[in-house]
Every structure is written in C-alpha cells, then in structure tokens.
C-alpha cells in the first residue's frame, strides 16, 4: 500500500470516529511535535490563527523537540482533517500525533 493510500485510509477512519465519538460542532484537541524551532512553532500558530485557538507548547527534556496542543472548535470532522492536512502540507518534518 502507498504511502498515499494509507494517508487516505486514515483520515476515512478519523472521520468515521470523529462522526461516531462527538456533536459537532465540537472542541477538539489537536497535538504536534516539531523540532524545537521557533519558525515552525510559528507557521502551526499561524495556521489556527484567529480561529480562538489555545495553542500550549513543551519542549522536549533534551530540547530537541517541542510538543504543541492546539485546543480549538471545529464545525466538523472534515474541518479537523482539513488542518490536519494543512498542516502536514506546510510544515516540513511536522509529527501529527
């Protein structure tokens, strides 16, 4: 299976979950791990920007990395994974967890 196919393999399974596990429109809890650099903190801030995000950032024991919670309200599963793939597309490296 391409590495496509398993993209779109889970974000259909995300969806269904997102359906079956939640109201919409709902809060939701999206977390990221990025190598400690302030610029791709940033480009992930200005993603969710004015969109009345609480974004909390932890970096790593070792700082390395940093870890970044984006507590946000979504309309629906398709706008989760809409920024999801957003973000995946504009930051380089980005972990979605």
Do not use: C, R
């Amino acid at each position: 299976m391409s590495k496509q196919q398993d993209s779109k393999a889970f974000y259909d399974k995300l969806k269904t979950q997102l359906h079956d596990t939640a109201s919409w429109p709902s809060e939701y809890l999206y977390k990221f791990i990025v190598l400690s650099n302030p610029e791709k903190v940033k480009q992930l801030e200005t993603i969710f920007d004015s969109m009345g995000a609480v974004i909390n950032t932890k970096q790593s024991s070792n700082g390395k990395y940093t870890s970044v919670s984006i507590n946000v309200k979504m309309k629906n599963p398709d706008a989760v994974i809409a920024k999801y793939l957003e973000v995946t597309e504009n930051i380089e490296g980005v972990i979605s967890l």
